[in-house]
Structures are given as C-alpha cells and as structure tokens.
C-alpha cells in the first residue's frame, strides 16, 4: 500500500490560512520562482485551470530546489482527501483535482445532486472511512490528507505515516490550524526531508507510531 | 549596538510549553547528546545549578551539530529579558542566569523585596523600555528575548531583529504559544540558519521591517 502523507503549506506558527481561509503569503513561493512546474493532471488537455482556492492559475514557478522535491511528490499522488471546507472553496475543482485520480471528501452531507457525475470523488461521513477508502482507490500511490482539521483527525486515529510542511516564513497570529483541533501531543521521527527553498522550507516527518 | 533575538525552543504547532507549562519532551534534545556543553555562566565557581524550569540539572549533551550552535549563541549574550511568569516559574534562577550578565524582567509587580540584591535583574513594565534597558545593558552582545507573550510583544512593536526557534518533532496541541497573543501578519525573511540536531532542527529568521 502506499503512505498517507499528511500535507499543507503552513506559517511558523502553525496556520494554514486566517480565519477568512485567506492563505496571504503562504502560497507566493508557488509562483515567485524561476523553475516552471506542472501538477500532473494540468499536462491533460482536459486537465484543471485553477490548482488552489487562491484564483491564482497554473503558471506554477518555483525555485529549483522546490521543483525536485515538488513534482516527484505530485507524480506519486494517487487519491486526495479534504474536508467540506475545502471542498466547497473550490467546488472540488471542478471534478477535476490537480493531481491524482480520486478525492476522498469528508463531509456529514452527500455529493451535491448532479455534480460531475464523470468524477472518482467520494463522500464519506468520518476519517476512517476517508482514509481506507483513499487507500484502496490508490493502490500503492500515495494519499495525501489535507492539513487542517480532517488532517489532525486522522493523525490522531493513527491514521497517517508522515507530516510534509511547507513552512512559510510569516507570523499569522491566528487562522486555521495545521493541525486542527488535535488535543494531546504525539511524537515525530527527526524531518527526513529539509530543503530550503525560496520563501518555503519543506520538512518531511515520520509519525511514530 | 547588539541584536534582539526572540528564542524559545518550539513544537512543530507552535507551543513552548503546555497550558500547566510543563514542556515536555521539549528539552529533551539538551540532554540527549554525546558533546557537553556548558552554559556561560555554568563555568563559574558560584553558577546556578539549574538552567531550565525543567529541574534536569547542567548536564548539557547535544549533537554535535546542536553544539557547535548554540555554544557561540550562548557566548555571545549580553542580556536577556522574560516576563513575569517565567522569572516566578524559575525564581529568576536565584539572581545568576545561565548566560550574560543581566536580566530585564517584564512585569507591572516590582522585584521582590530583598530578592537577591547582587543580581543585575531590572524590573521594568513595559516590553519597550525593557528591550531598551537590556541593549543599554548588553552593549555590542546579544539580547535574548524569550519568546511567548513577552516575546510575541516585542516582535509587534517592532523591536526582534531575529527570531530563533529550536523546533522539536512533536505536536503539542495547545499550551503557551511561541509568538504569545501577536494578532497581525508578520513577515520574516528566510532562514540563515537551518541545522538538523538530533531531536531538534536550529532554524533562525532576520525580521522583515
């Protein structure tokens, strides 16, 4: 089976948007670089036009160090998970998610009557659930949990083998939590990946489990 | 003049304690090592016997990597400055702190009557007229201002050159926040420092102003 990566860009203290789901800064480093990237489902000429809820497009330019360690990352993805929220922010991206095949959605409501009927997207009603569905549809691809609350459900239930953040340096002071509302500590291996990138430092963790 | 470094040491969420201000496995990597180091003040005949509210005595061993950073930080203070729940927490360390020669303590209750009247703690409350006591103080050393409310205070109003946070692999969930109650947007630049210690990952960021 392949991993369940935990993922989201993040400030230093710990937000991965303001409470008006604003992501400010957070995602410059997406677009301010000199290496053009595409996620794998924009090389389809029926693939997405919009990658995140910024509105900011697919002309993804990051610095070199990003890109080697970004694109590998995005060819591995085989299922998505994310809450409601997220979902609802950007219409799940109109059936159509920037990279793999399948979204997992989270969510105590169903799939919006008629909404792409065409797209492997998913309701389910709790994280578990979320989260064997994702791994069966991925088979030995990588299934990636939004960060934010659906995210720290799922670390708590011990459902998820590493953390990747992309800490951005900017102070938020208050927002949506990376690691949503998780209420009791749980250790982590040393980072196994640390690259600087430009105005992003990528770390990658093992959960201990 | 010397710089004003915010530090604290950090959960991947952003806590520098818990809620009862225990740190937990925090300090862990201080004492986890193979090289020892010593704190400034440690090496004097009359030095405090505790660095840390942790109680876990002086016997510093950190990686090698961790101590060929945090020795010469050590060296270089001058003066650090601490609000008032630390200075009771830690009671002040008995008027001889681990490193530099002078304390600014921030709080609108004044030092404690016949509170050792040797030490070079100045009670002050306000986070400016501390910063501006301890540079006076420090000369050309480092300032340290713990991070926490004092420290997310000083970095409002403008007065953190830098911002040093030793980042531990563990999620707190909630507890006393690094940058304390800050309630705007702050940019810093990319890190200058990035080492990987054993159970700890230096980070430390220039203040954008």
């Known amino acids: 089976m392949g991993q369940v990566i935990m993922h989201n860009v993040v400030s230093l203290d710990g937000f991965i948007a303001d409470q008006n789901d604003d992501v400010g800064p957070l995602h410059e480093w997406y677009f301010s670089g000199d290496t053009p990237i595409t996620p794998p489902n924009n090389q389809r000429p029926d693939g997405p036009e919009k990658f995140d ?10 610095s070199g160090a990003s890109a080697e ?14 809450g409601r929220r997220l979902f609802d922010l950007v219409n799940g991206w109109e059936g159509q998610p920037p990279a793999g095949d399948h979204v997992v959605v989270v969510s105590h409501r169903p799939k919006p009557d008629g909404w792409h009927p065409e797209a492997s997207y998913h ?3 709790d994280v578990t659930t979320a989260v064997a569905t994702a791994k069966e ?6 299934v990636i949990v939004n960060a934010g609350v ?3 459900q799922a670390l708590a239930a011990g459902l998820v083998d590493e953390v990747a953040m992309d800490v951005v340096p900017v102070v938020f002071g208050s927002g949506r939590r990376y690691f949503g509302d998780i209420d009791r500590q749980h250790l982590l291996d040393d980072p ?3 690259i600087q990138g430009d105005r992003v430092l990528h770390l990658r963790f093992t959960v201990r489990r």
Chains 1, 2 share one sequence.
């Open 53 to 62: 809820h910024s509105g900011a497009g697919v002309d993804f330019k990051v």
């Open 69 to 82: 360690y970004v694109g590998p990352m995005w060819e591995g993805i085989g299922a998505s998970i994310m």
């Open 123 to 125: 309701f389910v009603d």
């Open 137 to 142: 549809l991925a088979g030995d691809r990588t």
């Open 150 to 152: 659906v995210g720290g």
């Open 192 to 194: 196994h990946v640390v």
